[in-house]
């Protein structure tokens, strides 16, 4: 088996080759064939969908996006939430009423993004699929790195549905004769070498062993069950953790520091396909049960139902399930019944990495520390930006995204600058995240801090309010009495501190949750400002407060919550905001250019 580093070198090389295939088809028709028939993107609710639509747009237009292929936005139904699974089957009637029967004769990427990354705010206002990520000229989003990613499939591929989310980066290599191919009928699942503690937050494969070797680059074969973010012991008990080279079952623990070091792993999932048979089944399934009142999983509960070792028994347990409702026992069980023979085919990428960039601390380990992507996706330190000769920048493992940096300004170590506007002397702490902000005035902001700027339109007016927290901080911790607030921490102090320091009183009114479940998403702490600049000061005074103990009142501000901000934003004027700085760029390269 290669070393470590001569894998990673294959995959950086196989990586640099799809994102110059794709690169060649930006801004042109594909031939048939080539590209995805339909690209779809879910979203949870129509303020989202309506900026994800715009982005599409203004993407179409700069050409970065290959033409010919369909783009849709396809909004989940009002009422409670339906997960990804869920939106899958939404997505299959939404293609049925646009297309009619034409739809079954499509190859279609299925990207979902529905979620409002209360783990990584910064993409709360514009989707995780509109992530900005450190390399590209101008910057590539994840949309594009994921096309990238998947260019090879679309020629390999019968008519059917690849399904994905809008967080992870699946990096791999192959032998130059070995293909990817999604021409089976039923599910085909993409399958991962991973650590076993992975395995725990992740959908792990048994394969079956009699048609499974563990060599080579890439190796079909068929799961015989399908176990949902199983514990350790599980994946021993079902024969899913295998040795490197071989698919024995082991029974002996051993030290799982680096996946790529240790002989023994366990198979993960990332993004799977299913044919246009099964895709049918399950639109019908759809229509029968009318209004789905419970959050369905799209890998959990469909692909737990397949393979011949599963089972029923999973449809009862509900451990990992955020909100159980009282219909889901149900909807689980008649899928299983529905797709119970249906078999799972697994290609086994052997050289492969799974990246998940869901959380603030994943976002900076992996942009900022994580040698190992930096070097397979060419990661950079200054991507698309400008940064003053005069500006006391950079440590090597800061990151600057589309953003412009003025003289004097310093960028602490392990930090993200996204789309903002950094200036002079700002100081800016280590491990910290700062999206679409206008830093005019001297300031030094601390490190592990989180910083990002909204534009919202309230009674036609448009104003800015910028939230900030630490990047520790747990936005989804929720508490159901308002005694209880005491126990959600703001930058490591308890949030009845801080609402003494500014001024903010506890009564019902401080959350702007319907519910009675409250926590620092729903929390009315943060100022409207009449402009950027100014709500990032208010902010900034705000946690200064907290960080010195010292009070800073909030009276006269109107205070949202950041549930309120995403309600209230205005994407035209945060796109319109980038795309000055981008402009700004743009001129500056080409008059360095034509100087040249």
Request: proline letters at 4%; one cysteine or more; glycine letters at 6%.
């Given at each position: 088996m290669p070393a470590a580093g001569e894998r990673s070198a294959a995959r950086r090389e196989a990586t640099a080759r799809r994102l110059a295939r794709f690169a060649a088809l930006r801004g042109r028709a594909a031939r048939p064939g080539e590209f995805w028939d339909v690209v779809a993107v879910t979203a949870a609710d129509a303020a989202q969908a309506l900026a994800y639509r715009q982005q599409l747009a203004e993407k179409l237009s700069r050409k970065e996006l290959p033409l010919g292929a369909r783009y849709h936005v396809f909004v989940d139904p009002p009422g409670p939430k339906i997960g990804n699974g869920g939106s899958t089957l939404h997505v299959l009637r939404c293609l049925e009423d646009l297309y009619g029967d034409k739809w079954t004769s499509f190859i279609v990427l299925l990207i979902h993004s529905g979620g409002y990354s209360q783990r990584l705010p910064n993409a709360s206002a514009l989707g995780k699929i509109f992530t900005a990520l450190p390399f590209g000229d101008p910057v590539y989003q994840m949309l594009e790195l994921k096309l990238a990613m998947y260019i090879d499939f679309p020629s390999h591929m019968k008519p059917g549905i690849l399904i994905t989310c809008s967080d992870d980066i699946e990096l791999y290599s192959t032998e130059v004769t070995e293909?990817?191919?999604?021409?089976?009928p039923g599910f085909t699942a993409l399958a991962h070498p991973s650590e076993l503690t992975v395995g725990t937050t992740h959908g792990v494969f048994v394969l079956d062993a009699s048609s499974f070797s563990g060599k080579g680059g890439l190796e079909y074969t068929s799961c015989h069950h399908f176990l949902h973010k199983p514990d350790i012991e599980t994946m021993r008990q079902r024969g899913a953790v295998c040795v490197r080279g071989s698919c024995s079952q082991l029974s002996s623990y051993g030290d799982h520091r680096d996946s790529e070091?240790?002989?023994?792993?366990?198979?993960?999932?990332?993004?799977?396909?299913?044919?246009?048979?099964?895709?049918?089944?399950?639109?019908?399934?759809?229509k029968q049960m009318g209004t789905l009142c419970c959050e369905i999983d799209a890998y959990g509960d469909f692909l737990q139902a397949l393979g011949p070792g599963a089972t029923q028994d999973y449809t009862k347990n509900t451990s990992n399930v955020t909100k159980e409702e009282s219909q889901l026992v149900e909807v689980r069980q008649k899928l299983?019944?529905?797709?119970k023979g249906t078999t799972l085919n697994v290609i086994v990428l052997n050289n492969s990495k799974f990246y998940h960039i869901g959380t603030t601390q994943e976002y900076l380990f992996h942009?900022?520390?994580?040698?190992?992507?930096?070097?397979?996706?060419?990661?950079?330190?200054?991507?698309?930006?400008?940064?003053?000769?005069?500006?006391?920048?950079?440590?090597?493992?800061?990151?600057?995204?589309?953003?412009?940096?003025?003289?004097?300004?310093?960028?602490?170590?392990?930090?993200?600058?996204?789309?903002?506007?950094?200036?002079?002397?700002?100081?800016?702490?280590?491990n910290s995240i700062i999206s679409g902000s206008y830093i005019n005035s001297k300031v030094d902001i601390p490190s592990n801090c989180f910083l990002s700027s909204l534009s919202i339109k309230i009674h036609d007016q448009v104003k800015y309010v910028s939230m900030v927290f630490s990047v520790e901080d747990n936005l989804k911790k929720t508490v159901k009495l308002l005694s209880d607030i005491r126990s959600l921490q703001f930058f490591g102090v308890s949030l009845l501190e801080c609402l003494n320091l500014w001024g903010v009183k506890v009564s019902d009114q401080l959350f702007s949750s319907e519910n009675t479940c409250w926590g620092l998403w729903t929390a009315r702490i943060f100022p409207v400002c009449s402009t950027l600049s100014e709500s990032v000061r208010m902010s900034l005074k705000m946690l200064n407060s907290v960080q010195?103990?010292?009070?800073?009142?909030?009276?006269?501000?109107?205070l949202l919550s950041v549930e309120e901000m995403l309600t209230f934003k205005d994407v035209k004027d945060m796109l319109k905001f980038r795309k000055q700085i981008y402009d700004e760029i743009y001129l500056q390269r080409r008059k360095e250019k034509f100087d040249l």
């Open positions: 293909t990817v191919t999604f021409d089976k070091m240790v002989s023994e792993c366990v198979y993960t999932d990332s993004i799977f396909y299913m044919d246009h048979s099964i895709a049918k089944k399950l639109l019908i399934f759809y299983c019944s529905l797709l942009f900022t520390s994580d040698s190992k992507l930096k070097f397979e996706l060419d990661l950079l330190s200054v991507a698309f930006s400008i940064i003053s000769d005069k500006a006391e920048t950079l440590d090597q493992s800061a990151s600057i995204i589309q953003s412009i940096l003025e003289p004097g300004c310093f960028i602490g170590p392990g930090s993200v600058i996204e789309y903002s506007r950094i200036g002079p002397e700002v100081s800016v702490g280590k010195h103990m010292s009070p800073f009142k909030l009276n006269g501000f109107k």
